[in-house]
């Protein structure tokens, strides 16, 4: 149904399965009241029920939670979305101004949550290729042809990434480290390898095939990490506004290749 009569049936009327709360009684999240039947839930497990809907196991809070802290959470003003909030705290903004600006462009396509978003898509369907009995090398061909990358592989400052080795172990340490779409990740670095590509599997690849083998959506994916970078965000800021106003990283004029007009009139 469309025009005046939707905005009649909606106002002061939102259907909502999600959520509610009854100031003075109670709160409600996905049917369960926070008071009595969630209020025993730490806080990333009760992110994740918001999530997914689900009361995710103990070990899989724990795997999720090592995911953003030991791939994203750099607490280094160079990067990126930590510049931003750094930057506002030498500008004397507030922490929450910088903080949700240095979110906004935690979005990047190159960079940030929409690369995870890719690799999480283009994971799961090679992994269904390769589980029915496809050319797993056809896929990654039609891939590179298609897009000259893939998503998950390589990496533009340094061509090891540091990230994969303690997430695997805790995987490991966690017995989470035997699922389908983990082996198909593996098995495309390993097919990149022997071809002489100089890609190898990422930090966003191994976090999009374990997040797959734990039974998360790609749009769960994607909605768990909106804040993820975070842990590191807020220790930029907070670096930064303790410091000198506009003293984050400035540049002399010299520095600047000018060619325009050398005196104006003004």
Known sequence: MKGPSTLEQAEDNWHTEMGAAFPGERVVLRGKDLFTELNDLNWFKYLMFGVTGRLLPDKHIELIQAIWSLTISYPDPRIWNNRVAALAGTANSTGILGVSSAIAVSEANTYGNQVGFQASAFIRR?????????????????????????????????????????????????????????????????????????????????????????????????????????????????????????????????????????????
């Not at 090679?126 to 589980?131: D, F």
């Not at 303690?166 to 097919?191: M, V």
């Not at 220790?235 to 000198?244: A, E, G, H, L, T």
């Open 126 to 266: 090679a992994t269904r290729v390769e589980n029915s009995g496809g050319s797993l090398s056809e896929i990654i061909r039609s891939e590179l042809k298609l897009k000259r990358v893939i998503p998950g592989y390589g990496r533009p400052i340094a061509q090891h990434d540091e990230r994969i080795k303690p997430l695997l172990k805790k995987a490991s340490a966690l017995k989470l480290s035997d699922g389908i779409h983990l082996k198909t990740a593996q098995n495309i670095e390993n097919f990149l390898i022997q071809k002489k590509y100089r890609m190898r599997m990422n930090s966003a690849a191994l976090t999009a095939a374990l997040l797959a083998d734990l039974g998360l959506s790609i749009e769960e994916h994607y909605y768990c990490s909106i804040i993820a970078f975070t842990a590191g965000i807020i220790p930029c800021y907070i670096d930064s506004v303790n410091k000198k106003e506009g003293s984050f990283f400035p540049l002399s004029c010299q520095r600047l290749n000018y060619t325009g007009q050398e005196t104006r009139s003004w």
